[in-house]
């Protein structure tokens, strides 16, 4: 049985030790997932998965840098509140979290009982006063009366039917139950007075001014797509992540905001959902006819910290310098997983080359984390089935643990199982594999031609809208209708719609507006010129509609075939096929400020996050014989704008996280013990 949430009891399963009185227990605090029962027998705690050897820059075609400064030492990302990321929507409006309290919902018309005013409260429009009367006094009867008060509704419509519903709850409440019923073949609305055992319609009135709710997630140590699933998995209604919209998809160690967007829920039930899940806080709501969808964006605000900061003054000459003279757009780190055995652009490939076996294989490889017993099991052969049985039931909305249940229901249509991977999971693999591919082609082009426009570069004809430059929108060709996509994976266990539901998928509905953006090649006379400076030139993402350049084409072509592709990357499957897109090659940050900061202790706050300030908590200010120095750097970047790759640049070090580690040993020894929000 489970009661909210909290607790959940098992007589048998992975969870229980067998035996009289001895079933399983289990229960799930916040983010805290602790298991009880089955060898060894004790409280434990479910972890994320843990990472083995990390990808490495120049692993992934990082390997170029635009200007010759020293660089300095500095640690990045050493706590959550370290790096914070507001995103900034289509009209310019930065997100922040200021108001935790959902809306009040709109106050019904009062209505008056005067016989004179009548009209306000029995709505002659919709029934006539004949009918009206007849269920007053329905309404004023003994509650065991069993009489009803019937109107053919053969020759009226559904939707005239449900005015009428609206009008009678509105009238009376909830002392009279409507219903629509068959007799003889024949279809009446049907109008009784409540009594025990008479079914009642709980669906609930919209009554916010539009269609979906907006508002901002505030998130540490999860990223957006854990979020969503989080947040679906609470409302515990026939909701999946993937109807919940958002623009773009936020780091992990990081505190964030960003808008999401729900059709028809209420917002006090998102607000409830929410109370106990501790790394996500939800407010801010407002309301909009549009759904929000990935790409509707111009850009992100970064607030960052680089602690124990060695040489302050050559910190301060590298950020004028970069913001100048900008920094490689690199696809980051992040873009690939954490994995250096199977990292996400070797299943991405295998899914362009149509090798689905070796794709599933790739995303089922084991690794430490909650899934590796069953993983591992996968690998030694014990089948789908047999993986299926080990998996905890706090990693049951994972999505390898989705790809074992479908492998288990449907073992050689492969297709099919990796379509019960979430659509945004799936492309992501795509996306890493174009990935992986600009930034060669981007390091390449920088090698052979420098840092100046070259005759056969792509510029954009016109001044490109903001979201024109972001790949993401081009990446996710998806239209009404594309069959397959329209019913998501099975929903997190607890919430989310179950097996047979109809459930609407917003996101498959449609997305942003894809562009071929309008590019031209670079002639000589264009050189010449002096009207096109680096700022201008894109590279392709590669894909079957974009254009490539003279001048990098043959490389393209060269590097592909190495990996069995064609540059059209097109496949049988129209969702592993890749459209393609265009990135600038080189990025400069906007409204960019920066100040160093001296602190005492290792672990002190440096920059407010929402929530401190909602709770008028104010970092500390700079000590000046402070023992340790930080660079605090304000700055805009354009979507799908890496800003680690623009911190590699400034500081000419490796951004991995291994190194960073590295880095931050000797702060750990004299730090707290458990330095709260400390990104471990």
Known sequence: ??????????????????????????????????VKGGPPNQWKKIKRDIPGPRISESEIGITEYISDHKGFIGIIKWRYSDFQVSE??????????????????????????????????????????????????????????????????????????????????????DSIVSSTVNIDGKKFMRFEKYRKGVYVDR???????????????????????????????????????????????????????QWFSMRKVDPRKIVAACQDLREIHVGNFTF??????????????????????????????????????????????????????????????FLLQGEYQKAIDGILSVREGPLEHALRLYAEGAGAGGACAAV???????????????????????????????????????HSYQSYVWNHAASERVRRLGLRPAAGDLVPRTAPRPDDLCDDNFHLEVTEGNEGDAEDADPPRGGGAQPGDQAKDESSESTVDIRKLDVKALTQEDID??????????????????????????????????????IKLKNRVKTYSARGAVRRLVQRPHAASWALHRYSRADADLLASDLDELAARAPPAPQEDGKYEALLLTMTLPPSCYATM???????????????????HPLKRTASPDPPGAAQ
């Open 529 to 566: 010129s002096s009207r096109y400076t680096i700022f201008d030139v894109v590279l392709p993402l590669p894909g079957y509609s974009v254009e490539y350049p003279d001048n990098m084409k043959g490389y393209y072509e060269e590097f592909l075939e190495k990996d069995g592709l064609d």
């Open 203 to 257: 669906r609930i009135k919209w009554v916010w001014p539009e269609e979906y709710v907006h508002f901002i997630v505030h998130k540490e140590n999860c990223d957006t797509m854990e979020a969503a699933g989080k947040i679906a998995a609470r409302l515990r209604l026939n909701v999946k992540p993937t109807m919940l919209g958002y623009a773009g998809t936020k780091d992990r160690r990081a505190k964030t905001s």
């Open 646 to 664: 623009m911190l590699r640049e400034l500081m000419k070090t490796d951004t991995s996280s291994r190194a960073q580690a590295l880095l931050s």
């Open 1 to 34: 049985m489970n009661r909210g949430g909290r607790w959940n009891r098992k007589k048998s399963g992975r969870f229980s030790t067998g035996g009289r009185g001895r079933g399983g227990h289990g229960f799930d605090r916040g983010n805290r997932n602790f």
């Open 88 to 173: 900034i929507n289509e009209d310019g409006v930065i997100a922040k979290l200021t108001d935790l309290k959902p809306p009040e919902p709109p106050e019904d018309e009062v209505i008056d009982d005067d016989e004179s005013l009548l009209l306000n409260k029995y709505n002659l429009e919709i029934l006539p006063m004949e009918i009206w009367d007849k269920i007053n006094v329905l309404s004023l009867g003994s509650k065991t009366t069993t009489e009803s008060v019937e109107i053919d509704a053969n020759d009226i419509s559904k939707e005239e039917r449900t005015k009428m519903h609206d009008a009678v709850k509105k009238a009376f409440g």
């Open 288 to 349: 909009s006819p549009k759904h929000i969808k990935l790409g509707m964006l111009k850009g992100n605000r970064f607030r960052i910290a680089i602690r124990n900061v060695e040489d302050g003054a050559g910190a301060r000459a590298a950020c004028e310098l970069v913001c100048r003279r900008g920094f490689i757009n690199y696809f980051g780190l992040q873009r690939f997983g954490t994995q250096a055995d199977m990292p996400t652009y070797h299943i991405g490939r």
């Open 392 to 430: 905890p039931a706090r990693a049951a909305a994972l999505p390898e643990a989705r790809l074992l249940r479908a492998l288990a229901d449907t073992p050689t249509d492969l297709v099919a199982a990796l379509e019960r991977i979430p659509r945004n999971a799936r492309l992501l693999y795509i």
